[in-house]
């Protein structure tokens, strides 16, 4: 059974500081990783789809990595912004499904 | 290109009623989905339809709660007799493309809507 944490649950960094967002999985069959943001009442937001064939993908200042040996992804945010602010998270879609398992998700507080 | 939207925003019902929520998924998109959070707890997958044919139905957690895609555009979920415990955000997602060759692609990015944020008094 696929298993999704996110890990730190809550994170406060100065504004500009570069930061690291981790997603670890327990199955390493999957098809595709999804990042996204989520802010206070609202929905989600896709910011990046790495599919399983790819080491990593780019958006911006965002860059997402994947190890599917290790079951690990990272989302990488650089000179982070007070509008980076929200709930990131990570969702994997495994074999045969084409259904999301999602992490508990990082609150980021970007403080200017 | 508008994106997934969802009807109500909020409903607050009590106990025992019926509620039925809608989701409109992005035009062309032919898989829709439901996931729910729960208060404290992570999204969690519920049903996925291929155009009007339900594909898995493994997240459902009861037969309080049916969901239908008559003619492959917009769902709904109906929730009848609706329980304290089924309270939280239920969110919709489409993306456009069937897997045909086994393995995913960038089509397959889920867009979400904004949820519908239910609760059971």
């Known amino acids: 059974k696929q298993e999704v944490t996110q890990i730190p649950a809550a994170l406060s960094v100065p504004e500009g500081e570069n930061l690291v967002l981790n997603c670890s999985f327990t199955?390493?069959?999957?098809?595709?990783l999804q990042w996204f943001r989520q802010d206070p009442g609202k929905g989600l937001t896709s910011l990046l789809l790495?599919?399983?064939?790819?080491r990593e993908q780019t958006s911006g200042r965002l860059n997402a990595s994947l190890d599917k040996s290790s079951g690990r992804s990272t989302l990488y945010i650089a000179a982070s912004q007070p509008g980076d602010s929200a709930t990131y998270l990570c969702?994997?879609?495994?074999?045969?499904?084409?259904?999301?398992?999602f992490g508990t998700g990082t609150r980021l507080k970007v403080l200017a | 290109e508008a994106g997934v939207t969802q009807f109500p925003s909020h409903s607050v019902i009590e106990k025992g009623q019926t509620v039925t929520l809608r989701c409109d998924p992005i035009?062309?998109?032919?898989?829709l989905y439901w996931y729910r959070r729960v208060m404290g707890k992570e999204i969690k997958f519920l049903l996925h339809?291929?155009?009007?044919?339900?594909?898995?139905e493994s997240g459902m957690p009861n037969n309080r709660f049916l969901a239908e895609r008559t003619g492959g555009t917009y769902s709904t979920l109906k929730v009848q007799p609706a329980e304290l415990e089924d309270s939280g955000v239920y969110f919709c997602?489409?993306?456009?493309?069937?897997?045909?060759?086994?393995?995913?692609?960038?089509?397959?990015?889920?867009?979400f809507g904004p949820g519908t944020r239910l609760l059971v008094l």
């Open positions: 997602a489409s993306s456009r493309q069937v897997r045909t060759s086994g393995r995913g692609g960038p089509r397959e990015t889920q867009y």
């Open positions: 199955d390493s069959a999957i098809y595709n």
């Open positions: 790495i599919q399983s064939s790819q």
């Open positions: 969702a994997v879609s495994t074999s045969g499904t084409y259904k999301y398992i």
């Open positions: 035009s062309g998109h032919d898989n």
């Open positions: 339809f291929v155009k009007e044919s339900k594909q898995d």
